[in-house]
């Protein structure tokens, strides 16, 4: 088990003599988020194993993208190997009590855990844009599609329901134009592409129903542990907008469904997003304000946000400001942008009289940290160089086996296996498109009937003959158009087959 006591989640630690340094991460603490950064292989995936089953531990759920595919041995035990024996003892640490974690696994392509979906409308033309890489003008056209879809009232579920809208208002463009504004087909084009290369990417298993219901993430045990909630990322990363996309609607998702609780105990569920740096790459500037809006308002919605990545320049200064707990990895200064990310990490941690912590960054090995974390007042503590609490589950993946049964006995088994393709909006232009179809073959036959039937004696000029001629023309009329109808699908069909033997 993790060591959990009054002070908190205890994180990481160094022996001094007879005494320990110790880390705690408060619980009360931890909504007001965090930073844990390093370069590659120094530690960064322990520490965040550490910290979800700390969580865990005191009841906490919470939700970690696998990046690396080496997460999931959370839901196992660990054991003593000869290399983690070695390490202890040099350490000076003592072994962990080896337990397992509660965990579901989640995957947005829906092969290696539950598949995890959002509709179209939720996510929103803002997200959608970034995850399409649209420009301004591009994602204002986008904007416009939404618009006039809710004004119609269609339904945006999945990507076939948008690429119709889209192709809807660029057919119709002119019939928009004076009420929603110029709508050109350069950017309806670059639209349609963009969704595209989405689908080719596997994101359109992402967009439909059921929906993901956040609820379903926030669960405990039966113990009382949080479950650890584990999405499978490490093919999904082939595709990096799509994975940064649905992080920010998971965040944002958070921010309007949870109620306001202020300042709690402990997070209603901890977050943490792993390869920060994709979310901010490139994002324009309307995006970074509203993740920095959102990272400062969740807050008092109970849930903390820990952002990992390499580099703390990564992260932009609106939104680093508000994460006050810091885990700092080792850094190599070996270009100017390295020193500057070092002296940037030194220049916001807490100073420690004894510690240079730009050298010290520097310099640390593997697994071990510089550590600042809120103390009961929300100050944060001085930097203390010490090495991260070794995890007490199972260090590196589980097998396709155990991952099979993990999926079965979940509690989310079978409830977002089965997608649901109501009709929306793809359905309704389609049925307005055949029954306008239907609408103009019926009047074009009614014109060819009519004429025929005119040039067999049909015709309806007034005259005052007999009754006997008015009979003779009234079947006339009758034979005529029944003939008309025969020698009109008699020619159609020659056409049609003819044409079909030609291809």
């Known amino acids: 088990m993790p060591f959990v006591s009054q002070e908190g989640i205890l994180l990481a630690q160094r022996a001094q003599s007879n005494a320990f340094i110790q880390c705690f991460l408060r619980p009360d603490k931890a909504n007001r988020h965090g930073l844990i950064t390093g370069a590659t292989g120094t530690g960064k995936t322990i520490t965040l194993q550490t910290l979800a089953e700390g969580f865990s531990q005191i009841g906490v759920p919470v939700f970690m993208a696998d990046i690396k595919g080496d997460l999931t041995g959370i839901a196992l ?28 696994i989640w995957d947005v392509l829906g092969e290696q855990g539950h598949p995890v979906r959002a509709t179209v409308s939720d996510l929103g033309p803002l997200l959608l844009a970034r995850m399409l890489n649209l420009n301004e003008t591009q994602e204002g056209v986008l ?8 004004d119609q009232g269609l339904l945006l579920l999945d990507l076939k329901d948008l690429r119709a809208m889209c192709q809807q208002v660029g057919d119709n463009a002119s019939q928009y134009t004076t009420q929603y504004g110029n709508i050109s087909a350069a950017s309806i084009g670059a639209i349609q592409r963009g969704l595209m290369q989405i689908e080719t990417q596997g994101g359109d298993r992402f967009f439909g129903e059921p929906m993901l219901n956040i609820a ?4 405990t045990d039966g113990s009382g542990k949080g479950v650890v909630n584990i999405l499978a990322a490490d ?3 082939q595709s990096p907008r799509l994975y940064a996309t649905f992080l920010l609607w998971m965040l944002s998702e958070l921010f309007e469904t949870l109620p306001e609780v202020g300042d709690v105990e402990k997070p209603k569920l901890v977050f943490f997003f792993d390869e920060a740096h994709l979310l901010f790459a490139d994002a324009p500037k309307v995006l970074i304000e509203r993740i920095e809006l959102v990272v400062r308002l969740v807050r008092s919605k109970g849930v903390g946000v820990f952002f990992v990545t390499q580099n703390p320049l990564d992260i932009p200064d609106t939104v680093l400001a508000q994460l006050s707990n810091r885990v700092q990895h080792a850094l190599r200064a070996f270009t100017p942008r390295d020193q500057k990310a070092v002296k940037s990490a030194a220049d916001t941690m807490r100073p420690n009289p004894g510690l240079d912590v730009a050298a010290a960054i520097t310099e640390l090995g593997v697994g071990e940290a510089l550590v600042s974390l809120l103390d009961d007042q929300g100050r944060p503590s001085m930097t203390e160089r010490v090495f991260i609490v070794p995890p007490a589950s199972q260090i590196g993946p589980i097998t396709p086996d155990q991952r099979r049964t993990l999926l079965q006995t979940s509690v989310v088994a079978g409830i977002y296996e089965k997608t649901i393709d109501r009709a929306s909006a793809f359905e309704a232009l389609q049925g307005q498109t055949a029954a306008a179809q239907t609408a103009a073959n019926k009047t074009s036959e009614n014109s060819i ?4 039937g005119d040039m067999l004696g049909g015709g309806t000029k007034r005259s005052r003959a007999g009754v006997g001629e008015q009979l003779l023309k009234s079947a006339a009329n009758t034979i005529g158009r029944e003939v008309g109808k025969q020698l009109i699908r008699g020619v159609l069909g020659s056409l049609f087959g003819s044409s079909r033997g030609r291809r």
């Open 449 to 452: 009937m009519d004429g025929i």
């Open 216 to 219: 379903d993430m926030m669960q």
């Open 77 to 104: 035990p660990g054991t003593l190997s000869d290399k983690l024996a070695k390490v202890l003892e040099h350490r000076k640490l003592s072994p962990p009590d080896f337990s397992a974690f509660p965990a579901t």
């Open 143 to 150: 904007q416009l599609v939404f618009k006039i879809a809710d």
């Open 235 to 237: 093919k999904l990363m």
